[in-house]
């Protein structure tokens, strides 16, 4: 029961463990305790040898550190999308024809809905050898143009950026405030920033995920993708299984992203009368 030196246990939702001291019998039924280290926070707690022999030890310390942070997001969030109510596309006087836009210098997904139908999805692409940001950004201009031309888009909304790392934070920047100058300066059209965490609360596809967190973050983005299939009956996984090897995520991700922003956008952000 006792490990030596290495964590040679594994708990399923708080990694890995090890045994490191046998306490005592408590209790009548005389139930031995032990207390028990993890790997990836360091902490410790006393647990009983059954809950060790099933695998069912909690960082208690990490789970209340969790629920605390899961609170502050929803807290985040519930002022994010009051403040974002306060930006609606409103007053449009037709119906809305929007362009949904999961934006990337590398792959941007993108959804067009007319009123309330989803019509078109899809990503664009551009490959990792392509190394200026400025070039890629140009095709990303383009490429989103011909979709406001080609749709005669009226509206439009985008996944505010977040902070990721400072080379992407400022390609993404970048990108985004030439679509938005574009948007506004050359084509007179409307759009909102929406905050990731605001569009996905109100998708239930968050549940606190963190983005810090690769691991949870993925699952945020398996479950969007899952949504999307109930939602639509689009299985993207199988129809962008082909995605492009040199990207670092699979494009059904980036599309999966923009079709329930583009929901959300049109259920709750646009009013057309």
């Not at 594994?10 to 990694?15: C, L, P």
């Not at 009983?48 to 909690?58: A, D, G, Q, S, Y």
Request: charged share 35%; glycine share 4%; with cysteine.
């Amino acid at each position: 029961m006792i490990s030596k030196r290495l964590y040679d246990r594994k708990s399923e939702d708080w990694g890995m463990y090890k045994v490191t001291e046998y306490l005592e019998e408590r209790g009548k039924t005389k139930v031995k305790y032990y207390k028990v280290k993890f790997k990836n926070t360091g902490n410790e707690d006393e647990f009983p040898e059954k809950t060790i022999l099933e695998n069912r030890v909690v960082d208690k310390e990490a789970k209340k550190k969790a629920t605390k942070k899961r609170n502050r997001q929803n807290k985040k969030a519930i002022k994010q999308e009051k403040k974002e109510f306060k930006s609606y596309v409103i007053n449009l006087g037709a119906e809305p024809r929007a362009l949904s836009l999961d934006m990337s210098t590398f792959s941007t997904g993108f959804a067009v809905f007319i009123g309330d139908k989803l019509v078109d999805y899809g990503y664009i692409y551009q490959p990792k050898s392509v190394k200026w940001d400025t070039k890629r950004i140009s095709h990303m201009k383009k490429e989103i143009a011909r979709l406001v031309v080609k749709y005669n888009i009226n509206c439009v909304c985008m996944e505010n950026v977040i902070f990721k790392t400072r080379k992407v934070l400022y390609a993404l920047s970048k990108l985004q405030g030439v679509v938005a100058e574009y948007l506004y300066a050359e084509k007179h059209i409307p759009y909102a920033l929406i905050e990731p965490i605001s569009w996905k609360r109100s998708a239930d596809i968050n549940r606190g995920g963190s983005y810090e967190d690769k691991e949870k973050r993925i699952a945020s983005k398996e479950k969007t993708v899952d949504v999307v299939k109930i939602d639509y009956g689009i299985d993207l996984r199988e129809k962008f299984k082909d995605s492009p090897p040199d990207l670092s995520e699979i494009c059904a991700y980036d599309v999966a992203d923009a079709i329930e922003l583009g929901k959300i956008f049109i259920r709750d952000r646009v009013k057309s009368r």
